[in-house]
């Protein structure tokens, strides 16, 4: 899946890197309009590093639950806002970073 390359982005918007927790739920990416999508990239290195990638409510990650995302895996969600991500690190403290086009 990618960015569609049809579309013609206005802003470019990013984030901090995120240190993700291991609590059920997951971290939230935080709130920011993503009109065409959000890249996440598991930037951690390492055989501990993999995180659980999932939504929000009763769609939010937890250890085994979600789409794992591997060290310096990528993955592209079609999503209008960050706030409808959270991310739930194998262990506490993993890093992403992402960036979203509006």
Not at 66 to 75: A, E, F, V
Request: some cysteine.
């Amino acid at each position: 899946m990618s960015f569609e390359s049809n579309k013609v982005s206005t802003t470019i918007i990013t984030g901090p890197f995120v240190a993700c927790t291991a609590a059920s739920g997951g971290t939230l990416l935080g709130s920011g309009t993503a009109g065409y999508g959000v890249r996440i990239t598991n930037v951690q290195a390492g055989i501990s590093g993999a995180v659980f990638v999932g939504g929000i409510g009763p769609n939010a990650p937890f250890s085994g639950q979600g789409y794992y995302l591997d060290s310096n895996q990528t993955l592209v969600l079609p999503v209008t806002n960050f706030n409808q991500v959270r991310i739930c690190a194998a262990i506490s403290g993993v890093s992403i970073s992402y960036i979203g086009l509006g």
